[in-house]
């Protein structure tokens, strides 16, 4: 039986004191010979804090890199001008000032990890066609070859010619930008700053260690299934943490773990125990078979009986639901939230006062500059508000060493 929101605060608490340094075990990276920091990067794949992001107590994550592709007015034109999802984008928010960095993952049909958020890759096939293939359909080769940016084409053999854009052209149907009712078909992917959509390694090679990384597991199930099935949940799971273990024996670099799906976040808990774990949930805005997925109490009720170290939850509900993020205080949760409304700097600041811990937006310059600029002038005028961005990073210990389970 689901367990109440107000039975879980004393059990939460006394299993977090119960808990210890975990001992090696087989797959495990042993913790002697590194220096980690003295505070867990928590969740959120939080770093340490620089002078800038002390002025700010909640931390800015960058969607799918720099933000998320969306049709403008101006036909055939994307913003923003960075395909998302990749390491050009990744980059671009980190230098706008990102603590962390959010973004989608699958796994192809031959294992491997790469950023990817469809449900499906729709490309133009031989005839002028649209063809639609799952991720876990396409080896890498092939994920590749449909989604290559125009730097990888020029390193190609071009016999001289000048080289296309995409061999074979990618497509999207497409929300739109502020307000923008984008056109109900599909329409060409194409962006003024083009980069490959890479592997999970490519990113934990091409990134600075300081920027936090918060990887969402993407399951490309439909909505009327009412459980994922496991063998699933194994495919994508295994080589996730497998990738995620390669690159921080001796890291220091801050890891989240997310997902929709509730039995993905019970997995990636139960299967490592270095970075925590956050539970997606669109708390009722979209229809789903999981009551799990449903509603404000589910998502907390879930996540705190799965031992989760917190939940996500859409910025529009959580502005509208505000007495929110006392339930999730009082079940041990950390808060933090997506969503367009958090474009808006003014609502990432209420959200801050109410003790949301991190907020993932598109439009990480300017709202970053924004809560700098406010920060700044309220210490100007000692004002009361000048405590407002103070440090945002949750103390919950220092790491353990990864534990990835069979």
Known sequence: ETMRISNLKGLMVQERMNASSPKPSKGSVPSGGS??????????????????????????????G??????????????????????????KAAEAGASFVEFDLQVTADGVVVLWHDDQVIFTGPEGTPLHRKVADLTLAQ??????GESIMEEEETCGQSPPRHATPLLRRFDGVN???APDSLLPWVVSVDDELPTLDAIFNGLPEHVGLNLEVKMAMP????ATPPEEVDRMVTPILECVQRHTETSSRGVTFSSFDPDVCVALKSRQ????????????????????????EAAINHAASAQLAGIVAPASVLLANQGMVAAAKAA????????????????????AKLGVKGAIL???????????????????????????YQVGHLDVGAPAAIRVRA
């Open 362 to 388: 598109d439009e990480v310059e300017h709202v970053v500059k924004e809560l700098e600029r406010e920060a700044q002038a309220a210490v100007i005028h000692r004002s009361p508000d000048a405590v407002q």
């Open 273 to 296: 125990s270095r970075y925590p774990v956050v539970f997606l949930s669109g708390m009722g805005l979209y229809p789903h078979a999981d009551a799990r997925r449903t509603s404000i």
């Open 223 to 226: 909505n009327t299934c009412p």
């Open 66 to 91: 720099h933000g998320s592709n969306l049709a403008t007015r101006v036909e055939g034109q994307l913003h923003p001008s960075f395909r998302e999802n990749t390491l050009k984008s990744c980059q």
């Open 35 to 64: 220096t980690k920091p003295s505070f867990a990067p928590f969740a959120l794949g939080l770093h340490a804090p620089s002078s800038e992001e002390m002025q700010r107590r909640i931390a800015i994550g960058g969607h799918r």
């Open 179 to 181: 307000g923008h009712q």
């Open 332 to 351: 041990n949760l950390a808060l933090m939230t997506y969503g367009r409304e958090n474009n808006e700097p003014e609502n990432v600041r209420q959200q």
């Open 143 to 148: 994920f590749k070859a449909l989604t290559c």
